[in-house]
T-cell receptor, first 116, second 110 residues
Framework: GAVVSQHPSRVICKSGTSVKIECRSL??????MFWYRQFPKKSLMLMAT?????????EQGVEKDKFLINHASLTLSTLTVTSAHPEDSSFYIC????????????FGEGSWLTVV | SQQGEEDPQALSIQEGENATMNCSYK?????LQWYRQNSGRGLVHLIL?????REKHSGRLRVTLDTSKKSSSLLITASRAADTASYFC??????????FGAGTILRVKS
C-alpha cells in the first residue's frame, strides 16, 4: 500500500518556540491532506484539511494562527505549531489522499510533541 | 466533530475469545470504515463497508452495518494477544474527511 511519512516522530520543544511537523506522501500525489490531533486514550480530532496549492480549511475551534498548515506541493504538507505551550503537547497525525491513491486515505505514523 | 461513538470504551478478553465492538453514527453515510491503532502509532485501515452492504468479512474480522439504526459492529474472532490495540470506526463527511468515533481499547490477555 501507499506510504505516508511523518517527521519528526518525536519532538520536544520549549514553551514559546515554534515547531514544524512534516507529512509526506512517498509514492502518490496527495491532493488532500488532513491533520489530526489525539490526546492519550482519546480519539482523533480533525484539525484541518489542506488541499494542494490552496489555504487550509480549519475545523471549528482550531486556531489557524496557532496551527499553521502549508500544502505547497503534491507530496508535502507541514503543520507548524507556533508559540507552543505545554497544553499543545499531543500526538499529531496526518493522512493523505488523492486520485493516484485511488482516493484511499493513508495515515502517517504520527508525531509526538512535548512542550516543556 | 466526532460522529461515531463506540462501545464499549474498553474491552478486556482472554486469547481465543471473540471481541465485539459497536459503533453508532448520526448522519447519512456512503460507507463506514474501521481502523486499528497500536499504542502511540498511526492508523491501519481494516475494512470498509458500503451503505448498501449489511455484512462484510475479512479474515478474522466481521463487520455489520445497520443503516436503519445507524450502527455498525466489528467482530474479531479467535482473538490473539497481537490484536491488542484501539479500534475506531470512521465515517466520511463532505470533503472526503474522515470523522472518527471515540474508539474501543481492546486488550487481549494471553
Amino acid at each position: 500500500g501507499a506510504v505516508v511519512s511523518q517527521h519528526p516522530s518525536r519532538v520536544i520543544c520549549k514553551s514559546g518556540t515554534s515547531v514544524k511537523i512534516e507529512c509526506r506522501s512517498l509514492d502518490f500525489q496527495a491532493t488532500t491532506m488532513f491533520w489530526y490531533r489525539q490526546f492519550p486514550k482519546k480519539s482523533l480530532m480533525l484539525m484541518a484539511t489542506s488541499n494542494e496549492g490552496s489555504k487550509a480549511t480549519y475545523e471549528q475551534g482550531v486556531e489557524k494562527d496557532k496551527f499553521l498548515i502549508n500544502h505547497a506541493s503534491l507530496t508535502l504538507s507541514t503543520l507548524t505549531v507556533t508559540s507552543a505551550h505545554p497544553e499543545d503537547s499531543s500526538f499529531y497525525i496526518c493522512s493523505a489522499t488523492g486520485p493516484s491513491s485511488g482516493n484511499t486515505i493513508y495515515f502517517g505514523e504520527g508525531s509526538w510533541l512535548t512542550v516543556v | 466533530s466526532q460522529q461515531g461513538e463506540e462501545d464499549p470504551q474498553a474491552l478486556s478478553i482472554q486469547e481465543g475469545e471473540n471481541a465485539t465492538m459497536n459503533c453508532s453514527y448520526k448522519t447519512s453515510i456512503n460507507n463506514l470504515q474501521w481502523y486499528r491503532q497500536n499504542s502511540g502509532r498511526g492508523l491501519v485501515h481494516l475494512i470498509l463497508i458500503r451503505s448498501n452492504e449489511r455484512e462484510k468479512h475479512s479474515g478474522r474480522l466481521r463487520v455489520t452495518l445497520d443503516t436503519s439504526k445507524k450502527s455498525s459492529s466489528l467482530l474479531i474472532t479467535a482473538s490473539r494477544a497481537a490484536d491488542t490495540a484501539s479500534y475506531f470506526c470512521a465515517t466520511v463527511e463532505y470533503g472526503n474527511k474522515l470523522v472518527f468515533g471515540a474508539g474501543t481499547i481492546l486488550r487481549v490477555k494471553s
